[in-house]
């Protein structure tokens, strides 16, 4: 196992886990979990989903380890340290309790804790590898965690507060504000998922969330449509514009279209009245799981306006911006070229 490695990519290596291990875990909940509820609300498989969520930590921490190349045991050990550092685990009357998804941002903190010991360890324990890995990572790292894990909190629910509070001042402007980062988050190595989980974004706030990623999908997609064909292009909403991270780090520019498709479809959220929870933001149109869960929390339900404001709102919308904002700066305002948006897979 190579020990030498920049901090840049430490870093993108603890992102890009965190951000795999916290979709993986969050899909099936965000899809599923209100419309069990609506359809069978004593069914089993809602104890299912929550136990998902809150197997987060976990699978963060073996994703991360995977990326760095770790052994299983290794990853493995990285996961159990995560998972406990992260908040999930707790103890209530001497009784073991699985307690929703823990802190995202303390789970990658004990995450990347945890690589570094292994890191500065490296190969030297060879056959008691299995041993002494598992303990110590979990026994001093996971507590290294657990022990800053109430001020990790303390830090993120403030941020969450200021966020609830600007968007009960300022709806509309912080709808587009919100709509523009996460625009611009979901093609970083940052996880938009795990953002919104970290401060708690809901209502209109996670509504706002899901249209910028809707705009960073589709105005990427229709950028790009005759240079990279059509089936990498539908990949950008049917999956995740994150594809096109490389584009954006090359090429700041090309975000410009995007961020102004971004920007009106935040106003969206604030007009209409657009809702989502904080573990179904961050998805957007992927997985549905930006409209369903909309139409699972506004009044009215699948109703009939409800479910057009909805198209509208999440792919009209989105969509029709993308070619506006495509002939502006291509054509009237040239800034970009459809060159620009080539992937290279």
Known sequence: MENKMTGKQFAMNILNG???????????GALLTELVRAIAPGSPLLG??????SMLGLVSGVMIGLNFKFNPIQAASIGLAAMYGGGAVQF?????????????????LTSALAAFVILLIGNKLKSYTIIVIPTLILALVGSIGHWI???VKGITVLIGQGVASLLTLQPIIM???????????????????????????????SGAGNL???????????????????????????????????IVVKNPKTMIPIICNAAVCGMMAALFNIQGTPMSAGFGFSGLVGPINHLNLVSGGFSLINLL??????????????????YVFTQAVPLVTEEDYRLEL
């Open 18 to 28: 965190l951000a795999l291990g916290t979709v993986i875990v969050l899909i099936p």
């Open 48 to 53: 299912v989903l929550a136990m998902s969520n």
């Open 92 to 108: 209530v009357g001497g009784a073991l309790t699985l307690n929703g998804t823990g802190d995202v941002i303390n789970v990658g």
């Open 149 to 151: 894990l109430p001020y």
């Open 175 to 205: 709808c587009i504000l919100i709509a523009i980062v996460f625009s611009i988050l979901i093609v970083s190595p940052i996880t938009t998922v795990g953002i919104a989980l970290a401060v708690g974004l809901s209502g209109i706030g």
């Open 212 to 246: 910028g990623i809707c705009a960073c999908g589709f105005g990427l997609a229709i950028m790009g449509w005759n240079v990279n064909g059509s089936g990498t292009a539908l990949a950008h909403f049917i999956g995740s514009p994150k594809m096109s991270m490389p």
């Open 309 to 326: 404001i909805t198209f509208v709102a999440f792919v009209v919308v989105p969509v029709s911006l993308g070619f506006v904002f495509k």
